[in-house]
């Protein structure tokens, strides 16, 4: 069974700081690119999370124009965890925040096609 459990999210002011942390398990997290993603609540469901970060299993890192200089992917293979160190942050970060693998881990059914697992994400509200 696949799992994927966000933390860390809350209220912060503008200028302020968070630590989100997932756990992931079912899935091979150590061969994987893991990703941070973001979604603003009441886009339609198909709008396409926005990628924030990622990291490589050997740790190379990419960041969105939005997040680079700000936040900082991390990941600790032997935990099966991944962070997201968020400094300066103002209202536009404000979005639920879900980890996952780039691409998102899937598995294959045969009644409907490929599925793609989630987990609930964790929200962040920044207030200005």
């Known amino acids: 069974q696949v799992q994927i459990v966000e933390s860390g999210g809350g209220l912060v002011q503008a200028g302020g700081s968070l630590r989100l942390s997932c756990v992931v398990s079912?899935?091979?997290?150590?061969?994987?690119?893991i990703a941070w993603y973001r979604q603003v609540p009441g886009k339609h469901p198909r709008e396409q999370r926005e990628?924030?970060?990622?990291?490589?299993?050997?740790?190379?890192?990419n960041y969105a124009d939005s997040a680079k200089g700000r936040f900082t992917i991390s990941r600790d293979n032997a935990k099966n965890t991944a962070y997201l160190q968020m400094d300066s942050l103002d209202a536009n970060d404000t979005a639920v925040y879900y980890c996952?693998?780039?691409?998102?881990?899937?598995?294959?059914?045969?009644?409907?096609?490929?599925?793609?697992?989630w987990g609930q994400g964790t929200q962040v509200t920044v207030s200005s």
């Open positions: 079912g899935k091979p997290f150590s061969l994987n690119y």
């Open positions: 996952n693998a780039d691409p998102p881990f899937s598995d294959y059914v045969v009644s409907t096609g490929y599925i793609d697992y």
């Open positions: 990628l924030v970060a990622r990291i490589s299993s050997g740790g190379r890192t």
